[in-house]
């Protein structure tokens, strides 16, 4: 049954937002009315539910809403409970539909209800939201439900959002220092090339002073910067703008994150990181019982680096031919001798779900190491960059001043 966002407002005046199942709008706005509020607006709650029918763009995939990694953990989880404690599928995502109807989890929650509701798989109604469950998310869900082991499966699931989440806002948390100082810091020097420079140079020529080379450059950069300003503010747009249409050509992506995977001094970063995606999100789907190249190619669709994500691809196709994952791993040339080591183990003995957690475990535990010595020298890094760029600014000012003195005191 499709969900339809409303505002309303109560016999009291307070107005009321949020979303109702219904066939049709008159059908929501009599909704409405039976629990004594008055519609102000009802409509779709998704783009696609408002074009269907009418041959139109299913927009939903590109602006469909978002929801953070917390929020789709605690809703896993939640999931997984009341799954687990014997509830319908269907009666735990009414409640958590009402728990969250004013948030945008709710509208969603909705819209994967009324879908399982018109018999459609758990899994394919997730499926309508690709921008709020990741493939691996889906892909672990059809798993769960062939299985019969939903409730473990989702707690899987929970364990890898959470783990993500943290990792994310670790490194979230510690850049916001550097970058407000870095800001701050530039903002200062465009003010005093605007306001403070010029000021300062019209004392200079009116004493005739002859002006070192370090305080000419600075007063070049500041008559630029008050005759050219806006013009390269402009330039700077239309080269962002540039960047950004070349960046949409796959070809151009894949040199980009093959350069970024293989030069330094990203290269370890970027494959140590990459390489913890792909095993974290693998180990999760082997072991809910997807079939191996269908959890490759989901975990590589949630591996971040292009060029990476491309060659994990190229070896599901060869695992597809017949090759095991360990050989196939080793010609994709992409990832850790430890991961390979490891995923050889465990096919093995049998147990590769379990071995690519451990390779998982240990892989974020190196990136998390790496990420803190990389963001630990952000800091010290900006702030001498934007020292050295001050004490140059102080150092332009000063010299001409101390000439002047020295010029009176003769």
Same mark, same amino acid.
């Given at each position: 049954m499709p969900a339809f966002n409303f505002r309303a407002v109560d016999p009291t005046g307070k107005p009321q937002r949020g979303v109702v199942e219904a066939a049709n709008a008159p059908g929501a706005r009599k909704a409405l009315r039976d629990r004594n509020l008055i519609p102000v607006s009802?409509?779709?709650?998704?783009?696609?539910?408002?074009?269907?029918?009418?041959?139109?763009?299913?927009?939903?995939?590109?602006?469909?809403?978002?929801?953070?990694?917390?929020?789709?953990?605690?809703?896993?989880?939640?999931?997984?409970?009341?799954?687990?404690?014997?509830?319908?599928?269907?009666?735990?995502l009414r409640i958590l539909a009402a728990q969250n109807a004013k948030r945008p989890e709710g509208s969603v929650l909705v819209n994967v209800r009324g879908a399982i509701m018109e018999g459609r798989s758990?899994?394919?109604?997730?499926?309508?939201?690709?921008?709020?469950f990741p493939a691996f998310y889906r892909?672990?869900?059809?798993? =769960?439900?062939?299985?019969?082991?939903?409730?473990?499966?989702l707690a899987h699931l929970t364990d890898f959002v959470e783990r993500r989440e943290r990792s994310h806002r670790k490194v979230q948390l510690a850049l916001i220092y550097p970058a407000l100082l870095a800001v701050v810091s530039m903002l200062i020097i465009g003010l005093m090339l605007t306001y403070v420079v010029?000021?300062?140079?019209?004392?200079?020529?009116?004493? =005739?002073?002859?002006?070192?080379?370090l305080t000419r450059g600075l007063i070049g950069l500041s008559d630029l910067v008050q005759r050219f300003g806006w013009v390269m503010a402009v330039l700077t747009a239309a080269g962002a703008l540039a960047l950004r249409q070349w960046l949409q050509s796959e070809a151009n992506v894949l040199t980009v994150a093959r350069v970024i995977a293989q030069r330094q001094p990203m290269a370890r970063f970027s494959?140590?990181?990459?390489?913890?995606?792909?095993? =974290?999100?693998?180990?999760?789907?082997?072991?809910?019982?997807?079939?191996?190249?269908?959890?490759?190619?989901?975990?590589?669709?949630?591996?971040?680096?292009?060029?990476?994500?491309?060659?994990?691809?190229?070896?599901?196709?060869?695992?597809?031919? =017949?090759?095991?994952?360990?050989?196939?791993?080793?010609?994709?040339?992409?990832?850790?001798?430890?991961?390979?080591?490891?995923?050889?183990?465990?096919?093995?003995?049998?147990?590769?779900?379990e071995a690519l957690a451990r390779a998982a475990t240990d892989l974020d535990s190196d990136t998390e190491a790496l990420t803190a010595a990389l963001v630990s020298l952000v800091e010290p890094a900006i702030l001498l960059l934007m020292g050295g760029i001050v004490l140059l600014l102080v150092l332009a000012i000063l010299m001409p001043i101390v000439n002047l003195n020295s010029l009176a005191g003769l």
């Open positions: 009802v409509h779709l709650s998704s783009d696609k539910d408002r074009g269907a029918g009418r041959g139109e763009i299913d927009l939903t995939r590109l602006f469909g809403p978002r929801i953070g990694a917390r929020a789709l953990a605690a809703m896993t989880r939640q999931l997984s409970t009341m799954i687990g404690s014997g509830i319908r599928i269907e009666e735990a758990f899994a394919a109604a997730l499926g309508e939201h690709p921008r709020v892909a672990s869900v059809a798993a =769960g439900e062939q299985s019969g082991r939903l409730d473990d499966v010029p000021d300062i140079t019209r004392v200079f020529v009116a004493r =005739g002073a002859e002006l070192p080379l494959i140590q990181m990459n390489a913890a995606r792909f095993a =974290g999100s693998l180990a999760t789907l082997v072991r809910s019982g997807v079939p191996l190249v269908d959890a490759i190619n989901a975990a590589a669709a949630v591996t971040p680096n292009a060029w990476i994500r491309s060659r994990a691809q190229m070896a599901a196709a060869r695992v597809r031919e =017949g090759s095991s994952l360990q050989r196939a791993m080793t010609e994709a040339d992409c990832f850790p001798p430890m991961l390979i080591a490891v995923v050889a183990s465990g096919e093995n003995s049998g147990q590769l779900g």
